[in-house]
């Protein structure tokens, strides 16, 4: 089952917004306060996974969850579903929404 976006807009750099391709279906991440928060309640302070992420030690557990907690227009697709979907598109295709939402964590909105 893949997942219909709720909003087909495209993502918004001045926003600090991120797109992820995912079986077809765009998706764009959004690092909001409420989103950062979320994903460092669940993984631990953004600062030291910044840092794992930049040593190459970031695990694919962690790139999901930031991906899932940043959602702008979640759908009715599951975590797990959201999950295998990153893992079909390889690490290659999420480097770039995954180094512009560790941009964003670092230096902030503008």
């Known amino acids: 089952m893949s997942a219909t976006p709720i909003a087909p807009a495209s993502a918004n750099p ?3 917004e991120a797109e992820l391709l995912l079986d077809g279906v765009r998706h764009v991440l959004r690092p909001s306060f409420a ?3 979320a994903a460092e309640e669940e993984l631990g ?3 030291a996974m910044v840092e794992r992420a930049s040593g190459g030690e ?3 557990g962690e790139m999901v969850a930031l991906f899932w907690h940043c959602l702008a227009h979640p759908s009715d697709q599951t975590r797990e579903a959201f999950a295998e979907a ?3 598109a390889g ?3 999420c480097a770039p929404a995954l180094r512009s939402l560790l941009v964003q964590v670092l230096k902030g909105a503008g």
């Open 58 to 60: 970031l695990k694919l």
């Open 45 to 47: 302070p953004l600062f």
């Open 14 to 16: 001045h926003r600090g």
């Open 35 to 37: 989103a950062l928060v």
């Open 86 to 88: 990153v893992t079909r």
């Open 91 to 93: 690490l290659a295709a």
